[in-house]
């Protein structure tokens, strides 16, 4: 997945379920950091509610620096650690941002949203 600076997303993993950041939740890409190699380590998004991750961004205010707002949140690479194959004898480490760009909702996911009607 390709991301720019002012893209909006979606986060796709329940990073803090207990400060609603959340599967589905909606953000924009403020900045993404690079921490002396080639590859991300940091990326900065604004959530559209900023009440929902309050208490994460708490958490990791080590990562903000003093020229980044405080409202953003720092979304780290998520490593999942799995069993495959036929006798599960393959060991695959899967690394990942979990965001996603909005348009890539399963239709299960878009039918939950609700608009009001005039």
Request: overall charge positive.
């Amino acid at each position: 997945m390709s991301l720019a600076v002012g893209q909006r997303v979606d986060v796709c993993l329940n990073v803090a379920v207990d400060d609603r950041l959340i599967n589905g939740a909606s953000c924009v890409v403020k900045c993404i950091q690079n921490v002396q190699t080639n590859q991300i380590h940091t990326i900065w998004v604004q959530l559209d509610d900023p009440s929902i991750g309050k208490t994460f961004r708490q958490s990791t205010r080590h990562l903000i620096s003093s020229d980044l707002p405080s409202t953003w949140t720092a979304i780290t690479r998520v490593s999942r650690q799995f069993r495959t194959g036929r006798s599960k004898n393959v060991e695959i480490l899967r690394k990942q941002f979990p965001l996603r760009p909005p348009l890539q909702k399963l239709f299960t996911d878009a039918k939950v949203t609700t608009h009001k009607v005039n």
